[in-house]
């Protein structure tokens, strides 16, 4: 067993890009859990995809050795969050696990809106923070103004916060010092009944659920029979342990205080959900662990298998997939242009996309997604109100009162001048300016009521390259408002196409059904006649565009030299024309309805 | 109708100088002469006979050839290709052709094909042509449009193409031009091809009694100069109805003057169709000899083909050892992967792929039987008639029909 006052539990917490991940890495190096050798960059980062876009999307853990300066041992379990505002619940589960979180600000940056936001949600979970003051290596660092800036905006005392550098390595010893002294070990009664919070699970194919806990009271050992107290289901456990790098460390029981996990042979997936509490059968606690919010999603939208014979295998997909990431919602639905699939509601775009290229990527499914939604309030003149998540049950227009939709506050940091462009951005977004503060001489926070569905769809794409990367954005739901919404149908030769329809503004309804066609224009194939492509509100044609006919598709030459290579470029033609949906008589590929997604209005 | 005996080609490449829009495996005159010196050609075509008489002692072994086919003997045509084989010395031709007939047994009618270019025929070239026993020339005329020839990048102008023509009738009978359509413009420099300059290359044609004609319409292959051309938005594209308006005339005007269309872009007098490009598109085997060359051939356990080709290398071919140390198999085609192929190069040919040859080459199938379903569709989409030829439409849309076997 470990001694309890030699653990510390932390999380490392930042702005995305402030270098957790290299931070991250460069502790476990020192902690020689990793020689230089089997370094591969961002060991936390599992995922290819999470390498690739240099975010964290699930938790992680690992579990280190630290010899202090005055050689006490100490045990490290380390607990890296996902970095992006369409994660905050990810977020707020890690750190419900840990004492203390290393908050990493990068010397150049400056504090970001997400900096603050993962502060804010620290502290409102009683952690330790430990600031740090990364990438001082750069010519652009200015390591006392971002000390002074910690200090000043979030009014944490700064002055010994170590200065570093994760990628060269410089500083790494005295954060992992900071660590041992300043972040409290955990406090547990072992003799109290078993409470351990799941804050992160994923399937294994060999021992089932892999359960990540944090032991709060008791202990838990191979052969003890678990109860999920959200279900009252019962296990029986098949192994504990703790993380290493890359791998499963079992180990003979997990006791107060403790971060590891717990195997019991789960099947069903849903038996054992992200923030339930974890108890033994034969002396249950009395009252779960509290503090978890349930997941709300907020986007909605159809996914689709480009190939319907892929249904069950979507349908596995995802039931895997949730089994990770609890803010994963799907129900089956129909679509009279794709056929079955599922509703599925996300936190956010990212979060959508995320989920989209992992289903193609680790279970190599093609999909189709719908444009996305968020949750309407429509009030019918007959009282009823209805919830309304998908376009294609959109009332009669006659039949409606009016239609709220959800409002949030968006909290926008920027260099001050960028305000303009940002202002001008929002209004566009239908946002309304609520206040603007100086944090300091050069930046600003500005704070806008906006409509959930004009941030869904590429506002932080907008918003990035209207301040050159420099601006930052947190946002929170805050309220339904009324709302004039109508919904917006396209039509593909003379047919409705129900993926692509969306609720809409009835102001910006007209730039969008123009935008829309155009760009449809733009990814629908020629085919061998012409296809009108219009935009309309209830029967009344507002925009449209007309794909041209292609007049030939002949390859010209063909002789002995060259059959191999014909072959491959008529198989490749062939290949694209399989992955396109047929509409009626026409086909259409799957970025149609992405590029859907991602208008600029700004544009 | 027997199935097709087995042809021969080789493959020249060199050039004076690459065009523009070739893609072929060839090299310039200059790079050639630099990285080979003066006596380039002269190794080549020693590497080719060498080729040749490893092919023929291999069969006289009771051996395999490359990837376990079996090597031909009996061949009844040839088709020395490039690059340019004109560029050759008329000499190291007629040597290459005494090896080829020393190699294999060459049919006595066997049609023999060599390609060249205007800019390096003389008489005493076609003099010597025909003393070797070719009987066909093909000469890459492209266009009889000066600025068109300049943009397609050809060493030839529209004067030096005309006498090239008349002087090759007075020595052969069996002639082919080829032309290009659907020529883009670069813009600021020179416009897109117009249908006059389809109406003259076509008069021309007509009044020297030219029996054959391959009308291409240009293809943008990556690696061109052609391609970063369109790439970096220099060139003025022709318009797509524009250029199909000139296949039309294409077809109309060598219809009126008695040519027929046996192939997409292939047009001859009665009798003319090329025997050697014929077998491409009917399944038939083919030998490849020289730098980049491929082969198609059966193997030796009969029912399966396989397609390999020579390594692109001048240098290798003239140091190789064992030539089948710069082979590659392309592809081993089992009897489906054969009839598929079958089905989509015979639909190259106006009459469609041909059910008897069909029925030779695999035991006895139907065509109608083995692809009932296919045949149907394009039916019914009017892309083919009811005897598997090509509809006018099944010629605009031709990959239509192709990937319906692929």
Same mark, same amino acid.
């Given at each position: ?91 707020? *589960? ?220 979507? *349908? ?248 191999? *290579? ?38 | ?100 007939? @020393? ?266 039987? @083995? ?36």
């Amino acid at each position: 067993m470990t001694d309890r006052d030699k653990i510390r539990n932390f999380c490392i917490i930042a702005h995305i890009d402030h270098g957790k991940s290299t931070l991250a890495d460069r502790i476990l190096e020192m902690t020689g859990v990793l020689t230089e050798r089997e370094m591969d960059d961002q060991v936390l980062d599992n995922m290819d995809l999470e390498r690739e876009r240099g975010i964290t999307i699930k938790a992680q853990a690992v579990r280190l050795n630290y010899k202090a300066k005055d050689g006490t041992e100490y045990v490290y379990n380390l607990i890296d969050t996902p970095g992006h505002v369409d994660f905050n619940y990810e977020v707020s *589960r890690t750190l419900s696990a840990c004492e203390g979180a290393v908050l990493v600000v990068d010397a150049s940056q400056g504090i970001e809106a997400q900096t603050l936001a993962n502060v804010y949600l620290a502290i409102d979970h009683d952690l330790e923070v430990v600031p740090v003051i990364n990438k001082i290596d750069l010519p652009a660092a200015q390591p006392e103004v971002v000390r002074r800036e910690i200090e000043d905006v979030i009014g944490l005392p700064a002055d010994d916060a170590p200065l570093i550098s994760a990628k060269v390595g410089i500083g790494i010893d005295e954060v992992l010092e900071q660590i041992a002294q300043k972040i409290p070990a955990p406090e547990g009664d072992d003799k109290a009944p078993l409470k351990a919070l799941v804050f992160d699970s994923y399937y294994d194919s060999y021992r089932g659920v892999i359960v990540y806990v944090r032991i709060f009271d008791g202990a838990v050992k191979r052969g003890d029979t678990i109860r999920f107290m959200s279900t009252g289901r019962d296990y029986t456990v098949t192994e504990v342990g703790w993380f290493k790098p890359g791998t499963l460390c079992p180990a003979d029981s997990l006791e107060a205080g403790e971060v590891g996990y717990i195997a019991a042979a789960i099947k069903d997936i849903t038996d054992a959900t992200v923030g339930d509490t974890v108890t033994l059968k034969d002396d249950p606690a009395e009252e779960p662990l509290p503090g978890y919010k349930s997941v709300q999603p907020m986007v909605f939208c159809g996914i689709y298998p480009v190939d319907g014979a892929d249904y069950e295998n979507l *349908r596995d997909a995802l039931f895997k997939l949730k089994l990770n990431d609890a803010s994963l919602t799907f129900e089956p639905e129909t679509s009279q242009a794709l056929g079955f699939g599922f509703r599925c509601g996300f936190l956010g775009l990212l979060h959508l996309e995320i989920i989209q290229e992992r289903l193609f990527r680790e279970f190599d499914l093609e999909l189709i997604t719908t444009t996305p939604s968020v949750i309407y309030y429509v009030y019918l003149t007959n009282g009823e109100k209805i919830v309304l998540d998908n376009p294609s049950n959109y009332p009669d227009p006659a039949t409606i009162e009016h239609i709220e939709e959800p409002m949030v506050k968006a909290t926008i940091m920027t260099p001050k001048e960028y305000v303009g462009n940002i202002m001008e951005l929002c209004n566009d977004r239908r946002g309304e300016f609520i206040n603007m503060d100086y944090i300091e001489e050069t930046r600003v926070v500005l704070t806008f009521n906006m409509p959930l569905n004009e941030v869904i769809y590429d506002f932080f794409d907008a918003l990035k390259s209207r301040t050159r990367g420099y601006a930052s954005l947190d946002y929170e739901l805050s309220e339904y408002k009324p709302s004039k919404l109508v919904k917006l149908d396209i039509l593909l030769n003379g047919q409705i196409v129900d993926a692509l329809s969306f609720i809409v503004h009835e102001e910006k309804a007209y730039t969008r059904a123009r935008k829309i066609a155009e760009k449809l224009k733009d990814v629908i194939p020629r085919h061998q006649f012409e296809i009108p492509i219009q935009a309309c509100i209830g029967g009344k044609i507002i925009a449209r565009e007309t794909v041209k006919a292609y007049r030939k598709d002949v390859l010209a030459k063909c002789y002995g030299g060259d059959i191999t *290579r014909k072959k491959k470029l008529l198989e490749k033609q062939k290949e694209g024309k399989k992955r396109m949906r047929q509409f009626g008589s026409v086909e259409v590929p799957q970025e149609a309805f992405l590029t859907v997604l991602k208008l600029d209005s700004g544009d | 109708m027997e199935t097709l005996l087995p042809g021969l080609y080789v493959h020249i490449p060199f050039c004076v100088k690459k065009c523009n829009y070739c893609d072929f495996y060839s090299l310039g005159i200059s790079e050639c002469v630099n990285a080979f010196g003066e006596g380039v050609y002269r190794d080549y075509v020693d590497a080719l006979k060498r080729e040749i008489a490893e092919l023929r002692q291999c069969r006289g072994n009771g051996a395999c050839g490359f990837g376990g086919t079996v090597i031909p003997e009996k061949i009844d045509s040839v088709y020395i290709g490039g690059g340019t084989p004109s560029i050759l010395p008329p000499d190291l031709i007629c040597e290459l052709l005494d090896e080829l007939r @020393d190699g294999f047994v060459i049919a006595p009618d066997a049609e023999i094909t060599i390609e060249c270019n205007p800019g390096t025929l003389s008489e005493n070239k076609l003099i010597d042509y025909k003393k070797a026993g070719i009987n066909r020339l093909s000469i890459g005329v492209q266009s009889l449009n000066d600025s068109l020839l300049g943009f397609l990048g050809r060493i030839h102008d529209s004067k030096k193409a005309l006498e090239t023509i008349k002087l090759a009738r007075t020595y052969f009978d069996n002639v082919n031009l080829d032309f290009i359509s659907g020529v883009p413009g670069l813009i600021g420099k020179s416009r897109p091809q117009s249908l006059s300059d389809i109406e003259r290359a076509i008069d021309a044609v007509a009044e020297n009694g030219i029996p054959h004609v391959s009308y291409y319409s240009l293809i943008t292959e990556e690696g061109t100069p052609l391609y970063d051309w369109r790439e970096k938005g220099l060139l003025e594209d022709m318009d797509e109805g524009l250029e199909r308006e000139s296949y039309y005339l294409i077809k109309r005007r060598l219809n009126d003057a008695g040519y027929g269309q046996y192939e997409i872009s292939n047009f001859a007098l009665p009798g003319y169709e090329s025997r050697h490009n014929l077998k491409y598109w009917s399944g038939a085997e083919y030998v490849g000899i020289g730098a980049g060359a491929v082969s198609f051939l059966r193997h030796h356990g009969g029912e399966k083909y396989v397609r390999y080709s020579n390594r692109k290398s001048v240098a290798d071919h003239i140091d190789a050892g064992s030539f089948n140390d710069i082979r590659t198999v392309e592809e081993l085609l089992d009897v489906i992967d054969r009839k598929k192929e079958f089905m989509m190069l015979g639909f190259r040919k106006l009459t469609g792929p041909d059910r008897e040859i069909y029925s030779k080459l695999f035991n006895g199938a139907d065509i109608e039987l @083995d692809f009932g379903t296919e045949l149907q569709r394009l039916r019914s989409e009017g892309l083919i008639g009811n005897d598997l030829s090509l509809t006018a439409k099944g010629l605009d849309f031709a990959n239509e029909i192709f990937t319906a076997f692929i």
